[in-house]
């Protein structure tokens, strides 16, 4: 465990060199907010990693609109037997290679990111030194300093808190913008209702419960901004801020994309 230990910690410490860096070169552009910037720029290289998935991640969208049909007529067969229309949709994604996981593969490889970002600004010592990156703000805001913070240092209106006021007003309306494409394409891409009178048909198990959940999920992110240190509020703001970009560009040609598209376009 000591030499795990060991190895994290020079990890940790190359890392916080790496962001170190970053910051001076941006510094003569952003003066004290430099390291706030290298931490925008780090995202942005970290999504710019994860885009290839992305764009496997919208083709196996595709992917999956294009077998509605063939779930209808499963749902049509299979309706009185959720279990049977289970593993018949299951055994349908196998066939044609499609994975109704592979939309999850983009964020899964985006959380070491942000974990590091959290680790490195919620400790006073990386490497056995202190952590010099916690006196870096951005603007008002110290970056290892939660929502929590601001509100006891000037409160909403203080300068740490207008900082985390202008987060939230960008996370909600990203957030907004992801809530109404996402309803909006899950209605276009619904399976096809079952044949009239058949009144016993049944969709795909939990598939309901995603339906309603899933739209909601962006506003998740309102949370996390308010929790965690101001350096990960920062990751979290960009990466989602991509994420809606990237996904009305690369989605545009969806069934019921086109008019979120139009709004970023």
Known sequence: MSGFSSLFSSFMSAFASLVEGLAELLEPLFQASAAAAAIVLFTALVRLLVHPLSRASARGQRARAALQPQIAALRKKHGKNPEKLQKAVLELHAKEKVSPLSGCLPSLFQLPAFFLLYHLFSNSRIGGEANSLLAHQLFAAPLG?????????????????????????????????????????????????????????????????????????????????????????????????????????????????????????
Request: overall charge positive.
């Open 145 to 265: 300093g939660r929502w929590a913070d601001a509100l006891g240092d000037g409160g909403v209106l203080g300068g740490a808190g207008l900082v985390y006021l202008a987060l939230f007003v960008i996370v909600a309306a990203v957030a907004t913008f992801n809530y109404r494409r996402t309803k909006r394409m899950m209605a276009a891409n619904a399976p096809v209702a079952a044949a009239d009178g058949d009144q016993g048909a049944q969709q795909v198990p939990g598939l309901g419960a995603i339906t309603k959940v899933m739209p909601l999920m962006s506003f998740l992110t309102l949370f996390t901004v308010a929790v965690v240190p101001l350096a990960a509020a920062l990751y979290v703001v960009t990466s989602t801020t991509w994420s809606a970009i990237e996904r009305a560009v690369l989605y545009r040609d969806m069934p019921g994309a086109a008019p979120a598209a139009a709004v970023l376009g």
